[in-house]
């Protein structure tokens, strides 16, 4: 085993080595992000719930409403709430589907794809804030190995529900 530089910090148990503080690393800096997404997403209808869906809006295909709510980990009735929060602020619309009359899309605004480019932007500085301690090559390296790890051990997994599982 290697010991690592004098200025590493110490785990939960006071040691130094590496070995078996990635779990301990891994949860204290998701708590951390945690709490620092949801303080950041504090003005938006549902909080970081609001997010997720104001981003799978911007950021996929139109989704339906069903497939929104299934893809989240949300209720669907609790879905139909938070929709209704995010269209009386102007952030989505719901659209009704050209090929389905029956389904419903939805659809970030104008408003919605500003706001959540500026949330974006907050999270962003959020995470190099929880990151401080780190070059920022550094804090680049630390997201694209982590990006990597976590596509490796779950390579099918839906990143949106993930983080929507992780935050609830």
Request: glycine share 8%.
């Amino acid at each position: 085993m290697t010991t690592p530089p004098a200025t590493a910090p110490a785990g939960p148990t006071g040691d130094t080595h590496l070995g078996g503080s990635l779990g301990w690393s891994l949860a204290a800096l998701l708590r951390e992000w945690s709490a620092s997404v949801t303080a950041t997403c504090a003005e938006l209808p549902h909080g970081s719930r609001g997010y997720q869906v104001l981003a799978a809006a911007v950021h996929d295909a139109p989704p339906t409403q069903a497939a929104l709510a299934a893809r989240l980990g949300i209720d669907r009735t609790v879905m139909t709430y938070l929709l209704d929060d995010l269209v009386a602020q102007g952030l989505v619309e719901r659209r009704q589907d050209p090929a389905d009359r029956r389904v419903r899309r939805v659809v970030a605004t104008d408003r919605g794809r500003t706001v959540l480019a500026d949330l974006d932007a907050r999270v962003h500085a959020a995470e190099d804030g929880l990151l401080a301690s780190l070059a920022p090559a550094e804090r680049d390296d630390l997201r694209r190995l982590l990006h990597h790890a976590a596509t490796g051990a779950a390579p099918d997994d839906d990143r949106c529900a993930v983080v929507g599982r992780t935050l609830t």
